[in-house]
């Protein structure tokens, strides 16, 4: 099982919006992606470049993130507004 680790960008979008379905929704696809992160039921894609990062899908939201498989990590370093984001 894969832990993960938050950025302080991502950590201040989900205290602004802990209220709201888009955290529950986080939660369930953290909870799916933890068991294999390159699960294909969810909206996910490489993204093109050097690193080896990811794109996962939520309504308008994209969250940005990387797999670290030596130390069994998920980082997500960044979200944005799908217009926003792959500026």
């Given at each position: 099982m894969y832990k993960i680790r938050?950025?302080?960008k991502v950590l201040k979008f989900l205290e602004k919006h802990k209220w709201e379905t888009i955290i529950k929704t986080f939660t369930i696809y953290i909870k799916i992606l933890q068991d294999n992160p390159y699960n294909n039921r969810l909206d996910i894609k490489l993204l093109k470049g050097d690193k080896k990062q990811y794109r996962l899908r939520i309504w308008k939201y994209r969250f940005i993130y990387e797999i670290i498989e030596d130390k069994l990590i998920i980082s997500f370093t960044d979200w944005?507004?799908?217009w926003d984001i792959y500026k």
């Open positions: 938050l950025q302080k944005d507004n799908r």
